[in-house]
């Protein structure tokens, strides 16, 4: 353990989970710019790490698995963010030191800023005593960003609104997936923009914006049943289409993950992120073996599991 995540006293360990969207439909844009969604999130186990503990500023240092290089250290970082919101809205008159650890992938459609957003908030409410409760913590989050409450809840949720409105799904037993890392992020506006355009373009792959969006009720049945071909046959993310239209190159990996024993590949969020669902745990390590066989990098993770929580 290296010294700046070793415990000290004084310091408080959150853990948060990085998400996929299992079910992602996109309405038309809305008048504020945003668009309506419906989401079935799953938290993952791919987590991000966050120390907090007492300082005169605000100061954060990320580090991780993963390249952080595109992550900021200053006023843009999410969880900075979440600490000065915290902060002001309790009244908090000192700051703190954020330690980030990242195992999600940067800009990759699997929400680790806004895990980290999560924990942020998770640690410095335990940190200052603030002792907010969750219907606080959530109406928070929802102010720092559309993912930010789902990483509060974890488990496996319903999201609509910006997909921030949430509803806990039953989900039984466990779903194991494959995630594939691709080194060059997606930038979700820029994601969303394609959407938008390809729909102009009334391109053929495309339909047009539902009303109304909605999960799709055959994906809840699954995950309350907990059956992964089910839920393969109904899974879907209307981002998929535009994601791949800016980076056409992930279709091969796509195809690859398909043949090779995964009931689908999904562009994960905004992408570009890829997430196989598999059959269970063995059917997974065979899908990892393969895919890291062909030089990419693959891992197991499994879900649901728990939002951000207080672990030290
Ligand atoms: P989402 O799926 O929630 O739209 P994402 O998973 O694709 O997001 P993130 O890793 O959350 O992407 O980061 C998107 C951008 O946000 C990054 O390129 C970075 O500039 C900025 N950012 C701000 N704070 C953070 C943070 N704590 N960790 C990572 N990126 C951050």
Redesign the pocket.
């Given at each position: 353990m290296s010294g700046s995540t070793a415990w000290r006293p004084g310091r408080v360990h959150v853990r948060a989970p990085g998400k996929l969207n299992l079910f992602f439909e996109v309405g038309d844009v809305q008048p504020d710019g945003y668009h309506d969604v419906a989401s079935a999130y799953q938290a993952v186990s791919l987590h991000e790490d966050c120390w907090a503990e007492e300082a005169d500023d605000f100061t954060i240092s990320?580090t991780g698995a993963v390249d952080v290089s595109?992550?900021?250290s200053d006023d843009?970082?999410?969880?900075l963010r979440a600490a000065r919101l915290l902060a002001k809205e309790i009244g908090h008159r000192g700051g703190v030191h954020l330690d980030?650890v990242?195992q999600?992938?940067?800009?990759?459609?699997?929400?680790?800023?806004?895990a980290?957003?999560a924990a942020a908030l998770v640690a410095c409410d335990a940190l200052w005593n603030a002792d907010l409760g969750t219907a606080q913590l959530q109406r928070l989050a929802s102010r720092l960003?559309a993912?930010v409450p789902f990483a509060l809840m974890g488990g496996t949720a319903v999201g609509t609104g910006r997909g921030d409105q949430l509803s806990p799904a039953l989900a039984k037993g466990r779903f194991d997936w494959v995630i594939v890392p691709d080194a060059g992020?997606?930038?979700?506006p820029d994601v969303y923009g394609r959407l938008d355009e390809l729909r102009r373009r009334r391109n053929v792959d495309i339909a047009p914006p539902p009303r109304a969006p909605a999960v799709a009720p055959e994906v809840l049945q699954a995950l309350r049943a907990g059956d992964a071909s089910v839920l393969a046959e109904h899974a879907r993310n209307d981002l998929q289409v535009a994601a791949l239209s800016l980076r056409p190159d992930l279709r091969d990996t796509l195809e690859l993950g398909e043949r090779s024993g995964a009931l689908v590949g999904l562009v994960s969020?905004?992408g570009p992120t890829l997430a196989f669902l598999a059959a269970g745990p063995e059917d997974a390590l065979e899908l990892q073996v393969t895919l890291s066989a062909s030089g990419r990098t693959a891992l197991h993770v499994h879900g649901p599991v728990a939002g951000a929580r207080v672990i030290g």
């Open positions: 990320v595109g992550v900021p843009r970082n999410l969880a980030i990242k999600v992938p940067v800009a990759g459609g699997m929400g680790g800023g806004s980290d957003a960003g993912d992020g997606l930038s979700t969020g905004s």
